[in-house]
C-alpha cells in the first residue's frame, strides 16, 4: 500500500471512529453552523497565542542582544555560529525558548546564549545542563527554585549546602518539595538519604544544592536586571 494510501485510511478510521460524537456535523447546514463557530475560535486561538509567543520572544531578544542594537546583535549571532556544533545548540536552545511554558525560563535561556554569544565562548556541560532544567520549568519553579536558594539554603546540623526545609513555610511545602524533585532530576540538587558529620547520623530525605544550582541562581538575576521585572 502506497504511503499516501496508508495516510488516508487512518484518517478515514479515526474519522470514522469519532463520527458518531455529538460535536460532529449531522448534515451541510449543522456544517456550515459549525465551520462558522470553528472559524471564530480558531481566529481567536491564533491572535491570543501570538501575543503570548510575541511578549517571550520580545523578552528573549532583549536577553540575546543584551543592550546592542538589532543589527549588531544579529551581526554577534552571525559570527558566532562558525561550526556544526556552535549551529546546534544555539538552533536547539531557540527551540527551547519558543516551546517554554515559562516566560521567565524562556528569558534565562536567551540570557545564558546572549552571554555565550557576546563572550564568544562555546557551549558547555553546565550551560546544556541549565538549560534542560530551564526547559522543564515552570514560572512556579523559577520562583520556588529562587527563594529556596536566597532563604533555605544551609542547615547547621548537615552543612552549608543543604535545604533547610524547617524555613520553608508550612503551607508552601508541598509546592517547593515539587520543585525540589524537578531540581533533583535536572542536575541543580543533589538528593541524599543518609548525611554524617562529626556528631551524629541524619537519615530521611535530603536536598543538597550543586555548583551548577549557584551559577542558574546567578543568570536568572542577570535576567532580572536586563528584563526590570520583580
Do not use: P
Not at 10 to 36: C, G, I, T
Not at 105 to 126: C, H, N, P, W
Amino acid at each position: 500500500m502506497e504511503l499516501n494510501e496508508v495516510a488516508n485510511s487512518f484518517y478515514n478510521k479515526v474519522r470514522e471512529l469519532l463520527s458518531d460524537k455529538e460535536w460532529m456535523a449531522k448534515d451541510l447546514s449543522d456544517a456550515a453552523e459549525l465551520e462558522q463557530h470553528y472559524q471564530v475560535f480558531k481566529t481567536l486561538a491564533v491572535c491570543v497565542s501570538n501575543v503570548s509567543n510575541d511578549y517571550k520572544l520580545h523578552n528573549a531578544w532583549k536577553c540575546i542582544s543584551q543592550g546592542l542594537n538589532e543589527e549588531a546583535a544579529i551581526n554577534e549571532l552571525y559570527n558566532y555560529t562558525t561550526n556544526a556544533d556552535r549551529a546546534f545548540y544555539i538552533s536547539n536552545t531557540m527551540k527551547k525558548i519558543i516551546l517554554s511554558n515559562s516566560n521567565i525560563a524562556s528569558a534565562v535561556l536567551a540570557y545564558i546564549v546572549g552571554d555565550i554569544v557576546m563572550t564568544k565562548r562555546d557551549f558547555t556541560q553546565e550551560d546544556v545542563i541549565m538549560h534542560e532544567a530551564l526547559s522543564n520549568m515552570t514560572d512556579f519553579d523559577i520562583k520556588n527554585f529562587v527563594q529556596i536558594m536566597d532563604n533555605c539554603i544551609g542547615w547547621d546540623e548537615l552543612g552549608e549546602e543543604y535545604v533547610n526545609v524547617l524555613k520553608i513555610k508550612s503551607d508552601e511545602k508541598k509546592q517547593f518539595e515539587l520543585t525540589l524533585k524537578l531540581c533533583v532530576n535536572t542536575r541543580l540538587f543533589e538528593m541524599d538519604s543518609i548525611v554524617t558529620n562529626s556528631v551524629a547520623i541524619n537519615a530521611g530525605t535530603f536536598y543538597k544544592k550543586t555548583y551548577i544550582a549557584d551559577m542558574l541562581r546567578n543568570c536568572i538575576e542577570k535576567t532580572k536586571q536586563l528584563l526590570d521585572y520583580e
